[in-house]
């Protein structure tokens, strides 16, 4: 080797040595603050067990502490369905839970134990450390005022794609007693609403949910905490479900949001999210001024059969043999399915549809979401009624 060899080598050579030194004393406070936020984050999660125990309907789950009073939120799922839920906190402590209310639009539970100063995840958006931190009088009430309940439900905001968290669970009932939960690390890939469904029901939740690019869909994952690498209770990991446009097992959590409005409506009693149990009625394409194919088969193609002159559909440039495909960001393969989408629309809001035409997709904007009887029915003439 040259000199001059020696001397470009020299300054690199020495550069990585430095590297190999203080490299791992640089990242060890990041790595200590994550096994913190880790650390934190278990002493919250709850080891659930009850009914089940046959194959393909396992008898745990996973659920997490809201308030030191002892709630708890989970999935709602058989397992809750028995005279004995037992809990499981992660110190080994074993508590007899009962079942406050269950969601079953969002498809979530608020479980009830007996205990006083307990280990929290905080729903109003603050960190782990700062739920922590705060003092417990002996007397604490049996959760937040309904006041501050409600405003912390408009102070909780979505984690942003690329958002790096971790995932705690009891996945395949692997820990037992004081064992520790499992923990997964992966990133929020995006954010989308949830078309999914369990065998050939269709999931009720169809609000927006965290995709996850590693694997929480697992056996008794259902109901764990998502946190992020800063400590922050980002939402709660869902129930085992297949996407229903492509089928395949999806990884997802739903959003603090979600959880901590769930809560609050468990928590008080209200009865709004029990309508979500009626049969949802189906929305009538004929308030929108246009009329689908007769709906004959279980999968009826959603062609436009006839458009109403004077109405929001004519307006908007929707034409007959129109083939509609999407609702909004929804997809829609049937009848049913439109008349399905658009009951799930709030009524003022602005309804968009996708439709196949001569070979293209074109986006046709049909006004705002209306609500009152159907306009009345011309005789039918060519494309329009």
């Known amino acids: 080797m040259t000199s001059l060899t020696r001397l470009a080598c020299g300054p690199r050579v020495a550069f990585m040595l430095v590297l190999l030194?203080?490299?791992p004393l640089a990242a060890r406070p990041y790595a200590e603050a994550n096994e913190a936020a880790i650390e934190l984050a278990a002493r919250t999660v709850v080891k659930i067990y009850g009914a089940g125990g046959f194959r393909g309907l396992e008898s745990y789950q996973t659920g997490f502490l809201v308030s030191p009073s002892g709630h708890v939120m989970t999935a709602m799922s058989t397992v809750l369905d028995s005279d004995e839920i037992d809990c499981v906190l992660d110190d080994g402590r074993r508590y007899?839970?009962?079942v406050v209310g269950i969601d079953p639009r969002r498809e979530m539970a608020l479980l009830k134990l007996d205990g006083e100063g307990l280990p929290y995840a905080p729903l109003d958006g603050a960190s782990l450390a700062d739920a922590a931190a705060e003092a417990v009088p002996p007397n604490a009430a049996e959760g937040p005022p309904a006041g501050a309940a409600a405003a912390a439900a408009t102070s909780v905001t979505l984690a942003a794609p690329g958002t790096r968290t971790y995932a705690l669970s009891n996945l395949f009932g692997v820990a037992v007693g004081d064992e520790r939960v499992s923990v997964q690390q992966g990133v929020i890939s995006a954010v989308v609403p949830l078309a999914a469904r369990r065998g050939a029901y269709e999931a009720p939740y169809s609000g927006n949910v965290y995709l996850l690019d590693f694997t929480v869909n697992n056996p008794g994952a259902a109901g764990g905490l998502l946190v992020d690498v800063r400590g922050y209770p980002v939402g709660m990991l869902g129930k085992e479900l297949r996407s229903t446009s492509a089928g395949i097992w999806l990884n997802y959590a739903i959003p603090l949001p979600e959880v901590s409005a769930s809560f609050q409506d468990l928590l008080s009693g209200r009865t709004a999210e029990a309508e979500?149990?009626?049969?949802?009625?189906?929305?009538e394409t004929r308030l929108l001024?246009?009329?689908l194919v007769p709906d004959i088969l279980e999968k009826t193609p959603p062609f436009v059969e006839a458009v109403i002159e004077g109405t929001p559909a004519a307006s908007g440039g929707l034409r007959a043999d129109d083939l509609l495909v999407a609702v909004g960001?929804?997809?829609?393969?049937?009848c049913a399915a439109v008349a399905e989408e658009l009951a799930r629309i709030e009524e003022g809001a602005t309804v968009r549809v996708s439709v196949i035409r001569d070979g293209a997709?074109?986006?046709?904007l049909l006004g705002p979401r209306p609500a009152g009887a159907a306009p009345a029915v011309q005789e039918l003439g060519g494309e329009r009624l």
């Open 21 to 23: 030194i203080l490299g």
């Open 96 to 98: 007899q839970a009962s």
């Open 276 to 283: 979500a149990m009626v049969e949802r009625i189906p929305f």
């Open 289 to 291: 001024g246009f009329l």
């Open 329 to 334: 960001s929804r997809s829609v393969t049937s």
């Open 361 to 364: 997709i074109v986006d046709i």
